[in-house]
């Protein structure tokens, strides 16, 4: 028998040769294996920044952007960054960046954002995508590490996970970006377009005034569905620095970073938290802050109204894209075609989104017809075009996946978008090219087509001949070219009206010609005009002069500048006769509104430049020079443990060490603990061979007596390749799997020791529809004696869940959803059975089996808003969810056991961020015995219904 000190020498001797392992591992794969290994450093005094080979150029254009505007950032968090890296990262046409303040690091997306993003107004208000999305996650980075006293002596110690900044609401987190981002240029920043503020206005005029809960749990309405916590924070925060002070916020910081109570209470007292850090900064606590700002925001509150007649009434729903056109002129008739996102709660922290493009005929406009449905997103305008036989074509496209970009965090998967061409009179559907595609139009028989440069800021263009099935690039362009349309006039023959930008300008309206590619300013100004139409020789589009989006027309002849709609808001114009229609706003989502056709002469507005001009390629060449170049030695250099975690049990204490490199390409933890019962494990996980991703765990705890028990140790190794992975309708995913598994266990008094070595095969499926989706994986079990294991043994496992969106029968406000879940075993060579439990049962009556399975089918409908809750204490309770259900346990030689039955669900939340699902139920056997239960079901699955989780292995299963 060994002694402890014994077990202790073999602890770390496995440790060592664990690390050992993983470390070769490290350094011999790029050598041996095709992994990706190809990130590139530039490293200054102050930033590094990682990118692949072929994007040297943008590298330096961001480095040279964000040491300029460093000062800016110490401005405006009062605290200076240390050293920041910064990762650029290729998604495809996905613009997005996050800030990740544990291992203080940024990752910024390469793609510049639109105009609109999904159909409203956000961060395509941008000069420059390098400042905006770079001084945003600056600024979270200050702020959120920011820390003295006795916490900056744990965040040292320990890690920044202790800071007391990361216990803030998320509205104080995102607000103060939004804040920020929007105090460098009138021009740039969600603050300065706009559309914001005509929301809050929206939501004023009809006495909806967001709680400082609200605004903290975002729950399930039109404000939230466009980023609640950057719209009420951006706003409030925003009202405190105009009011107080700038110096006010920063200070703010660096009380609440200061405060151990804040770290640890907090979160579920705000009163010694972020209310406590207020009444040292303005004196007041957020509460009463608050309330100021509510009581100035209906003081200066002006007017709500849209420009014209509602077609719609909907709610929780966006339209966008609208176009009108006459696709036969045979027939003479004429149709509105829009694209129409609704969103429909459907269970307890479940949303439902149908994404479809519709028309109404015109003038009969009240019904409409749904002509494309996709469980992806449409990324462009979709058009409408007729071929020589008067037959109409609707093309447009839907965003993809497609393998091999240059990124780590999305596994080397881009976004790209399917060309789709829908014959409206047969109603086939065909893809017709993929690619990166910003913005298209059809072309006399050809699509005509931009997508970024890959090199550069621009854009290249392309012409794709439907027919022939060919394309061919037309040239390149230092324009970054944005949405497109065209017209059959003879005035624009050859030509297309585009929205485009250079760099460090916003969105332009040009008339591109095909022929050379010269594009001849029409209107541009540094605010954005942006969504034009063609009708009748004018342009019509939207721009955001006066910080309010409204609709303005261009005269391609007389050059004159007209304005049609007065309103609060108006976007995405399009004309039939003399009758425009657009999307309004209202407070709980957009609708199709008309008016009658009446331009206003008016001149360019006046507008004072940009105050911060564009950096100029010498200054960025000069910079880029001077940076020191690096390698991927610099990316495992960033690994250093950013958790360091003391962990203590009754006569053992010890640590959780856990870190990751920039790139996420490697992870690890490492937990230790010494004494009486050592115990320490291991993992690792690997990105070098994306889409794969590989990795190791490693555990061996220690008996309670070394006398009596030798312990476990468990020992893993796995794989999974997503070898197929989809947005579109169909087969959305398949991801094979394999695990390699070594377990051993003592046994009490017992020198024996019980091993077993299974190889787990697995397979998951996911198939997706509009309005339903399946998914399932499956796993097999093979354990062999010659392996050194205890049995022969073929096991079969697999869990499925399918969901379909219905109509909610409770209350038509909301959806409703049918749940089917199943689990099925086939175990016959193992030597314990397996306890299926189902509600109206309980572990002493569960059914016993080694072949069998678990059957519920679900249907939930929300039907009471709540929406209440405490500061102090912090608790909110949103709505409540309804849900019957019907259970089935059966195995191979028991008779099965059902029950059925109803819950009370409940959408709670606490903490600012904690979600948690409360339910009260009674469940009916089938002796007719009830069951009354109470239970808790903690979440993280927000706004998504598309997540499976399974139970534990089967290993965890037999050793109960």
């Known amino acids: 028998m060994k002694n402890s000190g014994d077990v202790r020498n073999e602890h770390w001797s496995i440790l060592f040769a664990f690390w050992f392992i993983v470390l070769i591992c490290v350094v011999s794969c790029p050598l041996f294996l095709p992994a990706d290994t190809s990130w590139e450093v530039l490293k200054t005094g102050h930033f590094e920044v990682f990118y692949k080979k072929g994007q040297e150029e943008k590298a330096r254009e961001c480095l040279t952007v964000l040491t300029v505007y460093r000062d800016n950032v110490k401005k405006l968090t009062g605290k200076e960054i240390p050293k920041l890296r910064v990762v650029l990262e290729d998604i495809g046409t996905m613009s997005n960046a996050f800030a990740d303040p544990l291992n203080p690091n940024i990752h910024i997306y390469l793609y510049p954002p639109e105009g609109t993003v999904g159909g409203l107004p956000g961060i395509g208000f941008s000069e420059n995508w390098w400042r905006s999305s770079g001084i945003h996650e600056s600024i979270h980075i ?133 209310d406590n850090s207020a009444r040292k900064t303005y004196g007041r606590p957020f509460k009463t802050l608050h309330q100021e700002y509510l009581r100035d925001l209906v003081a200066k509150s002006r007017p709500f109204a849209i420009d014209g007649t509602a077609l719609t009434n909907d709610k929780l729903t966006v339209y966008s894209n609208l176009f009108i056109t006459t696709p036969s002129p045979v027939q003479g008739d004429c149709h509105l075609y829009y694209i129409k996102r609704e969103f429909h709660k459907t269970g307890a922290y479940d949303i439902h989104q149908h994404k479809s493009i519709m028309r109404r005929a015109i003038p009969n406009i009240e019904t409409e017809e749904e002509l494309v449905s996709t469980t992806s997103s449409f990324s462009t305008r979709p058009h409408l075009a007729v071929d020589d036989n008067g037959s109409p074509f609707l093309y447009y496209t839907v965003l993809e996946y497609k393998r091999g970009f240059a990124n780590s965090t999305n596994l080397s998967f881009g976004f790209i978008s399917n060309l789709h061409q829908k014959d409206l009179t047969t109603l086939k559907d065909r893809i017709l090219f993929s690619d990166t595609i910003r913005s298209f139009c059809v072309l006399s028989g050809n699509i005509l087509y931009a997508k970024d440069r890959q090199d550069k800021f621009g854009s290249e263009l392309y012409l794709y001949d439907i027919i022939g099935k060919r394309r061919k690039l037309l040239g390149k362009t230092d324009f970054l070219v944005g949405e497109m349309t065209t017209s059959s006039s003879p005035l624009l023959k050859n030509q297309v009206v585009v929205s485009a930008r250079y760099d460090w300008e916003n969105w332009g309206l040009y008339l591109l010609d095909t022929e050379n590619l010269s594009l001849e300013e029409l209107v541009n100004t540094p605010y954005a005009e942006t969504s034009p139409s063609i009708s009748e020789g004018r342009v019509f589009f939207v721009a955001n002069y006066d910080k309010t989006y409204r609709i303005y027309a261009y005269d391609l002849s007389t050059k004159k500048l007209y304005q049609i709609t007065t309103g609060s808001y108006a976007h995405f114009p399009t004309l039939y006769g003399k009758e425009l229609y657009f999307v309004g706003l209202n407070s709980g989502g957009t609708n199709l509104y008309h008016k009658p056709l009446v331009l206003t002469e008016i001149r360019q507005p006046q507008y004072q430049p940009s105050p911060f001009p564009g950096i100029s390629p010498r200054e960025s060449e000069l910079l880029a020079n001077s940076a020191r170049q690096g390698d991927y030695l610099d990316v495992l250099k960033t690994m250093l443990p950013s958790y360091r975690i003391p962990l203590f049990r009754k006569n053992s204490a010890g640590a959780s060490l856990s870190g990751y490199d920039v790139t996420y390409e490697h992870s690890y933890t490492t937990r230790l603990l010494f004494g009486k019962t050592p115990y320490f494990a291991v993992s690792y996980e690997n990105l070098l061979l994306k889409p794969m991703i590989i990795g190791a765990e490693h555990l061996r705890r220690a008996g309670k007596e070394p006398s009596e028990s030798k312990g476990e140790q468990d020992t893993k190794v796995y794989g999974r390749y997503p070898a197929y992975l989809s947005l579109e309708p169909g087969l959305s995913a398949l991801v094979p799997s394999l695990e390699i598994r070594h377990d051993e266990r003592g046994g009490l008094n017992s020198e024996k020791m019980y091993s077993t070595n299974e190889l787990v095969p697995g397979m998951y499926l996911g198939l997706r529809y509009p309005r339903w989706y399946l998914m399932s994986q499956l796993n097999c079990v093979i354990e062999r004696k010659g392996w050194d294991s205890m049995s022969d043994r073929n096991a079969l496992e697999s869990i499925s869940l399918f969901s379909h969106h219905l109509p909610n029968l409770v209350n038509p406000e909301y959806g409703g959803e049918l749940n089917v879940f199943t689990y099925l075993i086939n175990d016959p060579d193992n030597k314990a059975d397996n306890e299926l439990v189902i509600r109206g049962y309980d572990t002493a009556t569960a059914l016993k089996t080694r072949s069998g399975g678990i059957l519920n089918v679900e249907y939930s409908a929300p039907f009471q808003r709540s929406r209440q809750g405490w500061w102090n204490p912090n608790i909110y309770w949103e709505d409540m969810v309804l849900v019957g259900f019907t259970d089935c346990a059966f195995g191979e030689s028991e008779a099965p056991l059902y029950s059925i039955g109803a819950e009370v669900r409940l959408e709670a939340a606490l903490g600012f961020n904690i979600r948690f699902i409360p339910i009260a139920g009674i469940a009916i056997n089938k002796k007719g015995e009830s069951e009354v239960y109470i239970s808790l079901m903690l979440t993280t699955n927000i706004g998504s219904s598309n997540t499976l989780s399974y139970p534990e292995s089967f290993r965890d299963r037999r050793w109960k």
Do not use: C, H
């Not at 969600?190 to 005034?209: E, I, P, Q």
């Open 142 to 274: 200050a702020q959120l590490t920011n820390t003295s006293g006795f916490p900056a002596i744990l965040t040292t110690l320990f890690g920044n996970i202790f800071s007391p900044n990361l216990v803030i609401p998320g509205w104080i987190a995102e607000g103060v970006t939004v804040s920020g981002e929007s105090r460098l240029s009138p021009y740039e920043g969600r603050l300065n377009d706009g559309f914001f503020d005509t929301l809050m206005l929206s939501l004023v005029s009809d006495g909806k005034l967001p709680s400082l809960l609200e605004m903290t749990y975002t729950p399930f309405d039109f404000p939230s569905l466009v980023g609640g916590e950057y719209f009420y924070g951006g706003l409030f925060l925003n009202y405190l620095s105009e009011k107080y002070g700038q110096e006010k916020l920063n200070e703010f910081f660096k009380n609440q970073g200061g405060s151990f109570w804040a770290f640890l209470l907090g979160s579920i007292f705000p009163a010694v938290g972020i």
